[in-house]
Structures are given as structure tokens and as C-alpha cells.
């Protein structure tokens, strides 16, 4: 008779290289289904030509802040582009991560490997990031060729929608860490919608209440519609750098989260 010792699992170093598997994996599910990534730009240039310049026709020009007038199909691309990446971030880090963590046990496998949760995080996290900066990249061109970019500062308008993706992206996939059924997508939903309408999106924050004014700063979406207006506009002051940092506190919050939920549930 012999007699087996189980002992626990050896949690190996940090490997780098590691989260780049992950979006290795990740390239190699998609390329067989790239009709679906390349589906998700037409949604912010549907809404361009049928708000920006149907609406825009009616409404007119726009008053910034600071007195200057920008036409409405130039006040709402930014802001559009803010959003596609917004949504392209929560969609993927939600749906899909909690398909692969409750249902295809893909983190499960995984883990049987040297990887640690981190790098399932931060791969997956990455890999959101990789596919805003496709959206914003092909929005950023149309937009331009339309002529309703003003500064050439709105190059940074790409990395500035690849923070707003890694923010979202981040506190998505912490989230999907609490669900317990598809039913709780319902409140993804309810969260992104009103995020979508009343983040300075389609008028300026002026024409809302005063205390309206104030919920809408706090919305993460407002500071990433702001980050990228001033930037395709070329108006800029003090409050970018907050709307930054908003911004990359709001990610790293969610990543930490996310790494110390996934130990959780897949080590315990």
C-alpha cells in the first residue's frame, strides 16, 4: 500500500510573455468570426450620419464652453467615438468573460498551466483594448475625411480611446465576476444606456439642470467624451488632465479587483 500527499498549487513567478497568450488565443477564436469585430464599427457611423448630420441640420452650430462655435455633426463625433469604445469594452469584457468563466470552463484549463489569474486579466483586458483601438482608428479616418476634426491633436485621440476602453474594459470584466446568471445582464444594460445618452454626448452639459450637471461629472463616459472632444477640436485647459486620471484610477481599480475576484473563484 503507498500512500499519496496532496499538496497545494505552486503558484509560479511572474512570466512575461504570459498575457501575451492570452491574446494569442484570443486572435485565433476571432479570425474564424472577424465579421463580428468588423460589424462594430458601423454602429457609431450609423448614429454620425443619422444624428450628427440629420439632426445636426436642424440644430445647427454649437457654443463650447468657451464661446467658441463648432458645428453638430463635429460636437457629437468625438463623443461617438468615445462611446464605440466604451461599448466594444463592456461587451466584450462581459458577455464573452462570462461565457469562458461559468459556462466553457476556459479559465479553468488554463490555470492547469503555469499562467495565473493576472494574466487571464490582464490578456483579456488587452485584447478589449486591441479592438477599441481598431474602432477608433477606422472612426478617427471617417470622421476626418468628413471634415469634422479641427485640430491635428486629434491623433491622440486613438490612445485616449484606448484609456477610455481600458477603463471600462477593466470595471466590465470585475463585474462579470459577481454575475451569477444572464439575467444580470439586464443591468449591464441599464448602466450603459443612460452612460450612453447622458454623458455630454449629444448636447453640451449647459442645457442640463444644475444638479443634473453635477451626476453627469461623475460619469466615466463624460470623461472620455470630454478627453477626445477637446482633442479632434483642438480646445483645451486644466480639467483634460483630470478627466485623465479619472480615467486610469477607475482601470486599475477594476484590474486589481478583477485579479483578487479570479483568485477567488478559480483557486479556491
Known amino acids: 500500500m503507498t500512500s499519496a500527499t496532496l499538496t497545494s498549487r505552486v503558484v509560479p513567478p511572474f512570466i512575461p510573455g504570459s498575457s501575451f497568450r492570452m491574446l494569442e488565443r484570443s486572435f485565433l477564436v476571432y479570425r474564424r468570426i472577424w465579421l463580428l469585430i468588423v460589424s462594430g464599427f458601423f454602429e457609431p457611423v450609423f448614429y ?10 436642424l440644430v445647427g452650430d454649437v457654443t463650447m464652453p468657451g464661446g467658441e462655435l463648432v458645428e453638430y ?6 463623443a461617438l467615438l468615445g462611446a464605440s469604445a466604451m461599448n466594444g469594452a463592456i461587451y466584450e469584457s462581459t458577455f464573452n468573460i462570462f461565457f469562458k468563466l461559468r459556462y466553457g470552463k476556459v479559465y479553468d484549463a488554463i490555470l492547469s498551466t ?25 472612426f478617427l479616418i471617417v470622421i476626418t475625411a468628413f471634415g469634422y476634426v479641427h485640430s491635428a491633436w486629434a491623433v491622440m485621440a486613438i490612445p485616449a480611446a484606448v484609456l477610455i476602453g481600458f477603463a471600462f474594459a477593466a470595471v466590465g470584466m470585475m463585474t462579470t465576476t459577481f454575475m451569477k446568471s444572464w439575467q444580470d445582464f439586464d443591468l449591464v444594460n441599464m448602466v450603459t444606456l ?53 480615467l486610469v484610477v477607475m482601470g486599475l481599480i477594476g484590474v486589481a479587483i478583477t485579479a483578487k475576484r479570479l483568485n477567488k473563484l478559480l483557486l479556491s
Open 73 to 78: 455633426a463635429a460636437f457629437v463625433a468625438p
Open 194 to 246: 443612460p452612460l450612453f445618452l447622458f454623458s455630454g454626448t449629444f448636447y453640451p452639459l449647459s442645457v442640463y439642470p444644475e444638479a443634473f450637471q453635477t451626476i453627469t461629472r461623475i460619469s466615466p463616459l463624460y470623461h472620455g467624451v470630454e478627453l477626445i472632444r477637446a482633442l479632434t477640436l483642438g480646445i483645451f485647459d486644466w480639467s483634460i488632465a483630470g478627466h485623465v486620471v479619472f
Open 48 to 57: 454620425l450620419f443619422s444624428i450628427g448630420v440629420g439632426v445636426g441640420a
Open 114 to 138: 503555469p499562467m495565473q489569474p493576472r494574466h487571464i486579466a490582464i490578456g483579456e483586458i488587452a485584447w478589449s483594448l486591441g479592438r477599441g483601438l481598431l474602432y477608433a482608428t477606422t
